[in-house]
């Protein structure tokens, strides 16, 4: 495949808002100055340390070290190769890209090529479904009360009841029969015939979070389809039941701004939903809700506050109540509270809405219980509570459920509940509660304690918003990748972070000046960057990191500047660089505040060193015999007048 010219990745790159695209999949908020904050999206967390910097292209996880720029946020995040994210981006910003080879070249990308291949197809559908074959499809939407509007803005489509119109369609758009094959748009049988995979049937597109379609859902329609009630696409290379939500891509934003998200079982259930006034209804397409699916929502919720609500709508049948028992065994990986609605009479939500309008859908979802309540009470069900060895039994069943609620302030509230849903005392439900805490309570991994990083400030007062340290238990990063993409940076040496430094006052300075040196190259004048760079730096490591920027001088302040400051310090060091280049600057929000404190902190770093080399100069001074070594000694004069001089043109300065 020829290779993407390198000026055109430089321009798609500075073309692009890199919080735009990291914005597709994690809830950034303000983290300060220039700066943007968020869940990271490569490991669990549940306080935001992953941070965004728009201004100079970049992102880094201080819990993880995941680190880089737009390129390699979608490589990692989408698993896809270097072109595919260039090739994306350009897409995505209409950048024609050019080869080395010369001239445009298509783009034979496989992701790509299949993204293309399942967009094509929900054209297709949606077109189809205006014809007269699709009367099928329209009547089975009016009758669940869904008009044409509703159809147009769910996207949903119709697939004709034809062997190979939409395989025929899109060979005609160019699309090969192994794309088509890959995207899960056409199945083979024994003999090794092709066949459209969806025929006769309502579709419905899943997407991901930025809008790109991954796959389908479909209902049959017809008594002589011998198929399941609803079909989806397989796994794909793009497509993962287990990663996707239908209705995230149109939820996504009201979720976030609410904290609050409602999972309900079915793609008309959603479009009820949203139609009702519940704007943050999504659905898991053909597979029950799991871990995959928290990670996804916990990203958006930005869930670390305890304030966001996730709300599971189950049908009252059995498989609605194993679903709900499913979802409790992973509840704990929310921080948000968690409910349960049941509809009465045991309608979802979109019969719910066609029997008895949309108010009752909100009401369903105002009206949801705490999934803990739902639970006991579900257990409960299960024991004849008229007799000693009934209760007796539900105690020991729901006693567990009580003392694993990670919230100690809501605790004993379920406990003096339970106590008067079995009829007991209070003090016997206390003591099993206790027991059960004690038996069955599984240790969590400690997690190390913050570092404390605090920023210097030019008065001498360390403040500034500490990034985290790693969580203890996750592995460390062999091989930090770097900002530019193509592959990591390897070295078999563990990668050096912030946490690593020492906390003594003088690496503090050294540490801070650097980090103002990387985030406002601009602030110092040449003459100013030529004192710093002079300067001796005490602590080794970060010496290495001067060193990086002389190296890389000329290119400093420019787009690429950092990326080429990371490929020039050892391995081990990048990620380094990156967490210089990352964390916050105690510093106001605008760039004259910014330049003043880089300024500031610059000068307390040289002062230091011009006070340094002063001790040095009269130390030697006082060894020398100003009669036995004249020369020497005049030197030394001459040097602590110089030292003095760059002192106080310093602080005039």
């Known amino acids: 495949m020829a290779l993407i010219r390198k000026s055109d990745i430089d321009e798609v790159r500075s073309r692009t808002n890199i919080a735009d695209v990291v914005g597709d999949y994690v809830t950034l908020r303000s983290g300060g100055v220039g700066s943007m904050k968020g869940l990271c999206p490569f490991h669990d967390e549940r306080t935001p340390s992953f941070n965004v910097r728009p201004a100079l292209g970049l ?16 490589q990692k995040i989408d698993h896809v190769s270097f072109a595919d ?43 189809q479904l205006g ?14 009360g869904f008009d044409p509007e509703a159809a147009a803005h769910f996207g949903v489509g119709y697939a004709p009841k034809s062997w190979d119109a939409l395989s025929s369609h899109l060979r005609a758009a160019g699309f ?3 794309e088509m094959q890959d995207a899960g748009l056409v199945s083979t049988n024994d003999r090794g015939s092709s066949y459209d995979r969806f025929r006769g049937r309502v579709v419905w597109p899943i997407r991901d979070t930025a809008g790109q379609t991954l796959g389908f859902g479909a209902r049959k329609l017809f008594d002589d389809d011998q198929g399941p009630k609803y079909l989806n696409t397989p796994e794909t290379p793009v497509y993962h039941k287990q990663q996707v939500l239908y209705g995230l891509d149109l939820a996504k934003r009201e979720i976030a701004r609410e904290r609050s998200v409602v999972v309900v079982e079915g793609y008309t259930d959603v479009m009820a939903a949203h139609l009702a006034g519940v704007t943050t209804a999504v659905a898991t397409c053909g597979t029950a809700f799991g871990v995959d699916h928290i990670k996804v929502l916990r990203r958006i919720l930005d869930d670390e506050s305890g304030k966001g609500r996730v709300v599971f709508t189950f049908d009252p049948d059995e498989a609605g109540q194993k679903a709900a028992m499913k979802a409790f065994a992973e509840e704990k990986r929310f921080v948000a509270q968690t409910y349960v609605a049941v509809g009465r009479d045991g309608l979802d939500p979109c019969d719910l809405r066609l029997h008895r309008g949309d108010a009752a859908v909100r009401e369903l979802v105002d009206d949801a219980v705490p999934m803990y309540e739902f639970v006991i009470k579900r257990q409960l069900r299960d024991h004849d509570l008229d007799t000693v060895e009934g209760r007796v039994a539900a105690l020991r069943q729901s006693a567990p459920v009580v003392a694993g609620i990670r919230d100690p ?21 206390e003591r099993a509660v206790q027991q059960a805490g004690r038996g069955g309570a599984q240790r969590a991994p400690q997690r ?10 030019p008065a001498g007062g360390w403040q500034g918003d500490p990034p985290p340290d790693p969580e203890e238990g996750l592995p460390p990063d062999p091989a930090e990748d770097g900002f530019g993409g193509g592959g ?18 003088v690496t503090r300075l050294e540490r801070d000046t650097l980090m103002a040196v990387l985030q406002v190259p601009g602030a110092l004048d040449a003459a100013a960057l030529d004192r710093v760079l002079a300067t001796d730096f005490t602590n080794a490591t970060l010496a290495t990191v001067r060193d990086g920027i002389l190296a890389t001088r000329t290119s400093l302040g420019q787009p690429r500047w950092l990326i080429e400051l990371a490929d020039e310090v050892p391995a081990q060091f990048r990620s380094l660089v990156n967490e210089l280049a990352m964390a916050p600057l105690p510093a106001g929000p605008t760039e004259e505040q910014l330049s003043a404190y880089a300024r500031a902190i610059s000068a307390s770093l040289v002062e230091r060193d011009l006070l340094r080399r002063k001790a040095e100069a009269l130390g030697a001074l006082q060894r020398t015999d100003p009669k036995a070594e004249p020369e020497r000694f005049a030197h030394l004069q001459a040097q602590l007048v110089e030292l003095e001089q760059l002192k106080r043109r310093l602080r005039d300065d």
């Open 488 to 505: 990591g940076f390897g070295g078999a040496m563990a990668s050096v972070r912030l946490s690593d430094l020492g906390n003594d006052p």
């Open 176 to 178: 090969t029969k192994q």
């Open 85 to 127: 994210a260039v090739e994306r981006l350009a897409a995505r910003i209409g950048y024609t890209l050019t080869y080395e080879d010369g001239g445009q070249a298509p783009d034979h990308s496989r992701r790509l090529r299949l993204l293309q291949a399942n967009t094509a197809a929900h054209h297709f559908f949606v077109a």
């Open 448 to 457: 190390t304690p913050a570092h404390s990083m605090r920023t210097s400030s």
């Open 409 to 429: 302030s809501v605790r004993p509230g379920y406990a003096r509940q339970l106590a008067r849903w079995l009829g007991m005392d209070l003090p016997m439900v």
């Open 131 to 144: 014809d007269a074959d699709a009367a099928p499809g329209r009547e089975f939407l009016g009758g669940r």
């Open 59 to 74: 992102f880094h996880c201080f819990g993880c070290g995941e680190s880089g720029d737009v390129y390699s946020f979608l």
